[in-house]
């Protein structure tokens, strides 16, 4: 399978740093989206890395690491309407071009 | 403007009847995507399409149908044999570095 993993939650302030981390199988990987969506909304594009590192757009900078299978998703000076779901997506070669979802992780930014 | 439109908005389906959602995008856009959402839950590949005339299965094709006669347009047909379709439906469309999705539909079973 091509598993995608990430937290299922998570609670930050206000005006803080929050790192929200996801790992992937590698085999077959090509590159890996970051989305955002607000409640009964659909995705919206944050990201797309395909060469190892940060890449910065922003408040949101987005991570990865080809050979650990690992990627995060940086937000710095959170604001209320960050309140959202973070969905990791890896796109594979394999099987077609295909992008593979993980669950999402709900973020809430407390006051 | 560019982009993916998806209609309409919402669709009731009563049961034992097929319906029909759809996709249209002007992005020039080579794939495009299916994908069901349930709430609280991530997205779930059903169908996608590389080319024209072409399609694959993705991991919840059972009880689905899809065409893609055109590039600009990939219709889903939810067919009686999706015994649960309730869920937020999206499309998507993508290049070699983007995947952008339309505004969704919800299906709603009476």
């Known amino acids: 399978g091509q598993n995608i993993d990430q937290p299922t939650e998570m609670t930050a302030t206000e005006g803080a740093i929050v790192q929200i981390n996801c790992t992937y199988q590698?085999?077959?990987?090509?590159?890996l989206f970051w989305y955002q969506q607000h409640a009964g909304e659909a995705p919206t594009f944050l990201s797309y890395?395909?060469?190892?590192g940060l890449e910065e757009k922003g408040r949101f900078s987005s991570f990865l690491s080809r050979s650990k299978g690992y990627s995060y998703l940086l937000l710095k000076e959170l604001q209320m309407k960050d309140s959202a779901s973070y969905l990791c997506a890896a796109h594979f070669l394999t099987g077609g071009f295909k992008t593979i979802f993980g669950a999402g992780t709900r973020l809430f930014v407390k006051a | 403007d560019g982009g993916i439109t998806q209609s309409p908005k919402y669709l009731f389906r009563k049961e034992g009847q097929n319906v029909t959602l759809s996709c249209e995008q002007n992005l020039n856009h080579d794939a495009m995507y299916w994908y069901r959402q349930d709430p609280g839950q991530g997205l779930r590949l059903i169908y996608y399409s590389q080319i024209v005339n072409d399609f694959q299965k993705g991991d919840i094709a059972e009880g689905y149908s899809v065409s893609r006669e055109k590039k600009e347009s990939f219709p889903l047909t939810v067919t009686s044999a999706q015994k649960n379709p309730t869920a937020f439906y999206l499309c998507?469309?993508?290049?070699?570095?983007?995947?952008?999705f339309g505004p969704g539909t919800r299906l709603l079973v009476l």
């Open positions: 590698t085999s077959g990987f090509n590159g």
């Open positions: 890395n395909v060469l190892d």
């Open positions: 998507a469309s993508s290049n070699q570095e983007t995947q952008y």
